[in-house]
């Protein structure tokens, strides 16, 4: 993209909003290692909020069938990983509603999109016995964020790459590429917007080519992964579009992990959609 259209992308990611103030608290504790009495503390000025962390740690996806009555239970019950998530995810959809109705694409299923990769993150990081496996999980949820930026404000872009993406019958990807304009890279100057973590940006830039120059992104490669992972289980974010991204051959592939991770994932997505059914079509 030439310099000039690039210098207007950046103006007007400069109209971001900032996240709300109790939201930024709750990621600032928890990136302090706060106790679980600190982030209730925070969380309970918000009862909106309060009041669906609790009811997702009450739904059978994370009870077990046994109901708990305190936000600290469910925090502890949920872990921290999974509270950033409910709070970064009830912000967002909150902060980011597109003016404009878009043919061909649905904001609920790209928020189901984003938590099954989110929970496919989780369950590769499982299987692989991954160090670091909450920063994958949040990455998860967020890789894609830059799509629903781009609707929100970029929408003569956006409309162009669904223009183009239906007339080619190809995946909103491969369109946007053309129209040159990566969701990816502006999901990344998001994140950085909101100063998320260095790694974090990074996952969100590289997501969808997690080589560069022969050498292996590590977490940019777990989230090409848990994408895979989401859309092979069912978690498509494009209507009418579910050919899975072609494996690239440098790419080390182990099929038993992730088919073991599908087959896990396809099982939770019922009670997973039923737990975040009030985030993600709220």
């Not at 491969?174 to 502006?186: D, N, R, T, Y």
Request: overall charge positive; proline content about 4%.
């Amino acid at each position: 993209m030439d310099e000039k259209k690039w210098a207007e992308i950046l103006k007007r990611l400069e109209k971001l909003p900032t996240l709300p103030q109790i939201s930024q608290r709750v990621l600032t504790a928890i990136e302090k290692d706060a106790s679980a009495q600190e982030l209730e503390k925070i969380i309970h000025e918000d009862q909106s909020l309060a009041a669906k962390i609790l009811k997702i740690a009450n739904s059978p996806l994370y009870s077990g069938g046994n109901t708990i009555k305190t936000l600290r239970m469910a925090i502890v019950r949920l872990g921290f990983g999974e509270v950033r998530n409910i709070v970064l995810a009830t912000a967002l959809n909150y902060l980011l509603k597109p003016t404009a109705t878009f043919k061909k694409f649905d904001l609920v299923r790209l928020w189901i999109h984003a938590v099954g990769v989110a929970r496919a993150g989780f369950i590769l990081a499982t299987i692989e016995k991954h160090q670091d496996p909450d920063t994958l999980y949040t990455a998860g949820l967020l890789h894609d964020i830059g799509r629903l930026i781009l609707a929100v404000f970029f929408s003569d872009f956006f409309l162009k790459i669904l223009a183009l993406q239906e007339a080619k019958g190809c995946s909103f990807r491969e369109a946007e590429e053309e129209i040159g304009l990566s969701h990816a890279e502006v999901g990344a100057l998001v994140a950085k917007h909101w100063k998320f973590s260095d790694e974090l940006q990074d996952i969100i830039k590289n997501h969808h080519h997690p080589l560069t120059n022969g050498q292996i992104n590590p977490g940019a490669f777990f989230i090409f992964k848990a994408d895979l992972v989401a859309r092979a289980a069912g978690f498509a974010p494009e209507i009418d579009f579910s050919k899975l991204p072609r494996w690239p051959r440098e790419l080390p592939l182990q099929k038993d992990k992730l088919s073991k991770a599908v087959l896990a994932l396809k099982k939770e997505k019922e009670e997973l959609l039923s737990a975040w059914q009030g985030i993600i079509a709220s």
